[in-house]
């Protein structure tokens, strides 16, 4: 039968219309994933603000203009000299020194990179979740639904502004999901070099307790989509023993990945692991510090409002611990579209079996399946999450290798937001029509308006309901009765979509706007007048010491905790102006002294070497080691007698004192101390320091002095090396008050030299009477064998790829 002129000219017109809706749907995706991280981010990215409360002033920015500056002069970012009394860089897995996403570090100036790098894993997010959505059969809205969650999550944002090692972290386990979920569809290499590829990326982002349980999720996952395929009963019958070289196929593919991933991360992971066999989280971390920030089970109200118990952005938190820990909101709507995929499993698994999918990605897990998954690690994750207020998390701290490496518990909110964000997109994906979605609707304004009503007269009905119970349920309220308004106009149309899409996006960038703390950027471009006074000290090298936190906390020896919260209060983020902050750069804490190039006997850093943490540790009960450590300036917030106070600012007075030996000096004498003794002989008030050095191997050498030795001594730092100009008129040894770590090695003259580990924690050389040049290099093999191998990896993994796209394999 012909078809008539009218009836071509309607088919056309059809197509059109199917490929306008087609292009415009992939614009509104593109847009939303793109918009919403740099209409959060808005402040940083484009008011000249930067990110500064916590870690980011404290840690973040100066590790990364450090490793920066070392990158941009040629020099592998392997050693810090300012803090510590010197300690690995690098091997701080949360510098991620060799993450490729962080190369904006190159080009910007650290507190803008951060910003722009934050956006970027943001945007990753909710790029790696809406993959894997499309790559399990989800149409591009559902897809973008989860995707959005996932963006604009509490896990993510309220961390993004305080914690960028886990904001950075975070999005890679979406990533994981997705090239996984290709890998166990196609089963072929090329999918197999993506996930490892993507795996080596993720554990370079520099957060190993979100890559862990991120990890651990991946390890799940799989195991779901194995089951799945070896549930085909009739195909893999049919197919007989191909079907078990099939099997043994994904296995070895899912292997190589793995293997891959990890060799790509090796130059992180090798010194990692080297630091942390002698730092002191060797043996785990303490019960009562890793179950401190436990998810305290009232917050559970927060994922449906987040604001419930106050926000610190709001300077009106009264909740337990820190409001970012247990932040588990992915936005209202998209929570209940998580709980309509749990009620209607069941019943609509019947019809997603029967229905042809219409993505475009190959063979998809069931409907029901994936929804009964993702519920079952939702529940387990958020038990984790509860740490010590459930007998769960402390029974496999206790008893099950890994539990006890991290501190935290609540960080398991990360799987259940991946969780919460997938099942999300399933909901979208059967979002309820037709009468039943009416009638939801039409509850959900009822309801809302209610909330709405009773959450405004709340305050004044009850004076003591907190002011934050009432706004919170109003807004809960609001959010509810524009989501039921949304279901009860439901139209399979763009423009409904984008509604729904803008309602999600604007939800989050209300809840998120708040959790993202900003300054002006002068607060990290200036030099304190701290720094410039040390500068212009006399006497030998200033290093500055902090007195360490005590067991006790009224002891006159907490003095970087009371300044650091006098600043930073977890109720409260605080006033914008930035001479509030550029007092608490004054201060000089680790690790913002950083900033200035001010040397610290403290390290803010996660990860201590476990000598230097245990002389930090008896400082505490005998201030004469400071002078063993190279201090030679006191920063307290109480009078230090036994200092000259030089200059003050905010609650903190730097103090120097009368005897510091500074950084390096020259010894007449070695004595021999075992190992197990050495902190004994050197808390001894007999012990003299410039007398003679400890050492933990009998002495070769021995001076005929009796005597101080005259000398003189320069100094000279320059990425991983420290020069040493030394003159003295008689024999003895060099100490130098930096710490003793493996891959430092000397040489006097040129000439190969012995580096002795002396006080327990740093180093000496001996040196004949005259003119020298010493010099100590770091060049640890930790580092030369992980580059190795990544390098490695990386040569593989790109001819894999390029071999695999000529050649279907």
């Known amino acids: 039968m012909k078809r008539t002129e009218g009836q071509r000219s309607g088919e056309a017109e059809e197509r059109r219309s199917r490929s306008c809706t087609h292009n415009y749907s992939l ?447 109003a807004r809960l309220g609001g959010t509810l009765a524009v989501a039921g308004a949304l279901a009860l106009l439901r139209h399979d149309t763009i423009g409904w979509q984008a509604a729904v899409t803008g309602f999600v996006m604007l939800d989050l960038l209300l809840f998120g706007w708040p959790l993202l703390p900003t300054v002006d950027r002068s607060l990290y471009q200036d030099a304190t007048s701290a720094a410039i006074h040390l500068e212009y000290e006399p006497g030998p090298a200033a290093r500055t010491y902090c007195p360490v936190d005590p067991i006790e906390p009224n002891s006159d020896y907490g003095v970087e905790y009371r300044i650091k919260f006098s600043y930073l209060k977890f109720d409260d983020f605080g006033p914008r102006k930035v001479d509030h902050w550029l007092e608490m750069r004054e201060t000089l804490l680790p690790n913002v002294g950083m900033l200035d190039c001010a040397p610290s006997a403290n390290n803010f850093d996660p990860l201590l070497i476990g000598r230097y943490a245990n002389l930090l540790e008896a400082a505490v009960e005998s201030p004469a080691l400071l002078r063993v450590m190279g201090v030679t300036h006191v920063v307290s917030d109480r009078p230090w007698s036994e200092g000259k106070a030089i200059y003050t600012s905010g609650p903190a007075t730097l103090y120097r004192l009368p005897d510091g030996l500074g950084r390096a000096w020259i010894v007449p004498a070695a004595r021999y101390v075992p190992p197990g003794e050495m902190l004994i002989a050197l808390t001894d008030p007999a012990f003299d320091p410039t007398a003679e050095v400890l050492l933990e191997n009998p002495p070769r050498h021995s001076s005929f002095a009796h005597s101080p030795i005259r000398h003189s001594l320069t100094l000279q730092d320059t990425p991983n090396r420290v020069t040493i100009r030394a003159a003295l008129d008689a024999p003895g040894y060099l100490v130098l008050a930096d710490t003793w770590y493996p891959g430092w090695r000397a040489t006097v003259d040129g000439r190969p030299a012995n580096l002795l580990r002396a006080n327990y924690a740093f180093r000496a050389i001996w040196l004949e009477a005259g003119e020298h040049v010493v010099e100590m290099t770091y060049r640890p093999a930790s580092a030369l064998v992980g580059g190795t191998v990544s390098l490695m990896a990386l040569v593989l993994l790109v001819a894999g790829l390029l071999l695999t796209r000529r050649i279907r394999i």
């Open 27 to 473: 614009f509104i995706v593109h847009w939303s994933l793109l918009v919403l991280p740099l209409l959060l981010l808005w402040r940083p990215l484009f008011a000249g603000e930067s990110f500064f409360w916590g870690t980011p002033l404290l840690q973040f920015v100066p590790w990364q203009r450090m490793a920066a500056e070392m990158w941009r002069g040629g020099h592998l970012p392997l050693w810090n000299p300012l803090v510590g009394c010197g300690a690995p860089l690098a091997a701080n897995y949360q510098t991620a020194a060799f993450y490729p996403l962080n190369a904006l570090y190159l080009l910007l100036s650290a507190e803008v990179a951060l910003s722009w790098t934050t956006a970027l894993h943001l945007a990753l997010a909710g790029w790696g979740m809406y993959h894997w959505a499309r790559a399990v059969g989800l149409d591009r809205f559902p897809a973008l639904i989860g995707a959005l969650a996932l963006e604009g999550s509490g896990f993510l944002v309220a961390r993004a502004a305080l914690f960028p090692s886990i904001a950075f972290t975070f999005p890679w386990l979406a990533v994981w999901l997705w090239r996984a979920e290709r890998l166990t569809q196609s089963k072929r290499l090329r999918d197999a070099l993506w996930l490892g590829f993507a795996l080596g990326l993720g554990l370079l982002a520099g957060h190993a307790q979100t890559a862990f349980y991120g990890g651990v999720l991946l390890a799940a996952y799989l195991l779901l989509r194995a089951i799945q395929e070896a549930r085909g009963a009739e195909e893999w019958r049919s197919r007989g023993t191909r079907s078990t070289r099939y099997a043994i196929r994904t296995v070895l593919l899912i292997g190589l990945a793995l293997v891959l991933g990890l060799s790509l991360a090796a130059v992180q992971l090798f010194p990692t692991a080297e630091l942390m066999l002698s730092s002191q989280r060797s043996s785990g971390v303490n019960y009562d510090l890793a179950m401190t920030y436990s998810l305290w089970p009232w917050r559970l109200i927060t994922f449906a409002a987040p604001d419930f118990f106050g926000n610190p952005g709001q300077s009106n938190y009264r909740g337990y611990a820190a409001y970012w820990e247990d932040a588990g909101y992915v936005g209202l709507l998209p929570l209940l579209l998580a709980v309509e995929a749990i009620l209607n499993r069941k019943r609509r698994s019947r019809e997603a079996e029967g229905q042809e999918s219409r993505g475009a990605e190959g063979q998809r897990g069931g409907w029901g399946d994936q929804v009964g998954f993702w519920v079952v690690v939702a529940i387990i994750a958020l038990a984790l999450a509860l740490g010590k207020n459930t007998p769960v998390f402390p029974f496999l701290f206790r008893h099950i290798p890994t539990f006890e490496m991290f501190q935290s518990p609540a960080r398991w909110l990360a799987v259940t937001t991946v969780a919460l964000a997938a099942l999300a997109a399933l909901g979208a994906q059967r979002w309820p029509r037709g009468h039943r979605g009416r009638r939801r609707g039409a509850l959900g304004i009822v309801v809302g308006t209610a909330m709405l009503i009773g959450g405004l007269a709340a305050p004044r009905l009850a004076v003591r309901v907190p002011s934050t119970f009432g706004l919170a349920t």
